[in-house]
């Protein structure tokens, strides 16, 4: 791989993946609206608020493909949610299809569909249903990704990414974890395919009670590795169990399905 933007780069799963992707890119360029400040060997730095066009193709200019995984990642405003998440994704397809980029990773969340009751079995076909403002946003932005791809030909994987944290922390993560090494994984392999088209799969490890069927993107050839299944034990003595007529136990988001709206301020 040439030179490979990854966009959130000091967030979470940012952070994560400098780690897993050494050596993989010629350059991995690194941006975010706050600064890194240590760069190592193979990485650069571009400072960019993704709600700023202007920006946004500086950053994209010169690049081979892009690792987007910046902007607002849980329940917030609805002003910092159309910055990061819906003005931002527009801004790097629009980069993307004026300076000829050609396949981009978009961390899409499983909040698009964060309605669905824990009893359903999801697929690539399964109706979005946002649970939260954020999950609406990510769901614009697999529609931003579908048009970029329908009307101008670039290819995207939406990866509705489960909970990818280094382990699970609760009984509901038990079903929608993803090891940071499976998605490192998945990134590799969304830029091997030969044709990627505009996909979406389900960022999950290998769980025993998963609730996603990824066959539809099997010919991507990512199979993940890891279980939650080590993990159990220690999920089940330190997370209580909730009330069987607790509304978050019914549906997939969890406690983006029944928190409240989020006030601006
Ligand atoms: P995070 O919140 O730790 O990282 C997001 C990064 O985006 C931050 O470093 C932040 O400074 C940057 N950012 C926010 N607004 C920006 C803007 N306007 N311009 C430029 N950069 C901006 O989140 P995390 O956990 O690393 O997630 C990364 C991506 O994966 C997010 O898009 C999130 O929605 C998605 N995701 C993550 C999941 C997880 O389990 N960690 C689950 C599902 C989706
Ligand atoms: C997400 O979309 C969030 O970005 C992450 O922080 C977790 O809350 C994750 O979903 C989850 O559902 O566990």
Known sequence: MKRIILTGAAGILGKAMRK???GWADELVLSDIVPIEEINDGESFVACDLGDFASVLE??????????????????????IMNGNLKGTYHIYEAARQLGVKRIFFASSNHVVGFHS???????NSPMRPDSLYGVSKGFGELMA???????????????????????????????WLSESDLADLIKKVYAVNRLGCTVIYGVSNNPNSWWDNRHANFVGWQPKDSSEQFEEDVFKNDPLLANDNPAL????????????????
């Open 118 to 124: 824990r009893e359903d079995r999801l697929d690539a």
């Open 59 to 80: 950053l994209v200019r010169g690049c081979d493909g892009i690792i987007h995984l910046g902007g607002q990642s849980v329940e917030c405003s609805f002003d910092n």
């Open 20 to 22: 897993a992707l050494v």
């Open 250 to 265: 019914l549906y997939q988001g969890g406690f983006f399905a029944t928190a409240g709206h989020f006030e601006d301020k």
């Open 146 to 176: 579908q048009y970029y791809f329908d009307k101008f030909g670039i290819e995207s994987a939406l990866v509705r990414i489960g909970s990818c944290f280094a382990k699970p922390i609760d009984r509901r993560m038990l079903s929608t």
